[in-house]
């Protein structure tokens, strides 16, 4: 599968057989790609403040709905990863190696949302989905966005805020007793924490290879994030401090959140 060719795949199960030859396609490019401006759909994308409201995560609906919501974060989590491996063909080796490793991850959470949904009868599409992710991350094409900044946004900012929005579901299904929502939730959870480590890691080593103060650009970059992608989460410090977030950093997400410290 060409890269260019998998962004426009409507099916999200297609996304997820054919990612292993797209990422080896993307890996081997060294022109940077040409992204479409939205990724396909084979599902109604709309606004999500024109979703239908929540059911109780008790009922079989809730559950689906809860898993509908973290498929459609994770099939734009894949999606991110792989737009980052096509538009910075110039990154460290190491680094593109390991964001292909992390796109096939979320394509394998993709799949245990979409595998638990078909077996509870609520199956892609039931509900509508939303491209916030995808739009939230500026195109480099057309705003020159630096790697560091990408890798602050979409691994640190997105995928931070889900480590933080997966603890507070997993706090609200501990009534619900053992569904295989939860067991799913559970397990992208812990491995979300490995994709906030790796952008935490590629962040700072960047960050000091280019002569740039980690902490300092940290205060800079996360009002910008905030603004172009809001958070309403209060930041959970375990989780966070697990992905590599340091005292500084916290106290930063805390301030910025508005939360007290
Ligand atoms: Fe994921
Ligand atoms: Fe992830």
Known sequence: MNGAEWFRLKAARDKISTI?????????????LNVPAAPGRDVEARPS????????????????????????IELQAMELAM???????????????ELADL????????????????????????????????????????TCTSLIERIFVVHRHMEGSGLDAGSAILTRL???????????????????????AFGTKWYRTLCLSEGLDPDGCFSELLPRALAN??????????????????EFE??????THGFSI
């Open 229 to 246: 992608s809001p958070r309403t989460e209060k930041p959970d410090m375990e989780l966070r401090r697990k992905a590599g977030f340091s």
């Open 83 to 97: 737009r980052t491996l096509g538009e910075y063909p110039e990154a460290p080796r190491a680094f593109r190696e």
């Open 49 to 72: 403040f024109l979703f239908p409201p929540k059911p109780k995560l008790s009922s079989q609906d809730g559950q689906g709905r809860l898993l509908h919501d973290v498929a459609n």
């Open 103 to 142: 796109a096939v991850q979320e394509a394998k959470h993709l799949r245990l949302c979409l595998d638990a949904m078909d077996e509870i009868d609520r199956p892609w599409g039931t509900w509508p989905i939303h491209l916030a992710l995808w739009e939230q991350a500026p195109l480099k094409a057309t």
């Open 250 to 255: 916290i106290q930063c997400l805390l301030r």
């Open 174 to 196: 501990s009534g619900v007793g053992r569904t295989r929502a939860k067991a799913v939730v559970q397990l992208i959870l812990k491995e979300e924490v490995d994709h906030v």
């Open 20 to 32: 292993e030859s797209a990422v080896a396609d993307l890996l081997q490019a060294t022109d940077i």
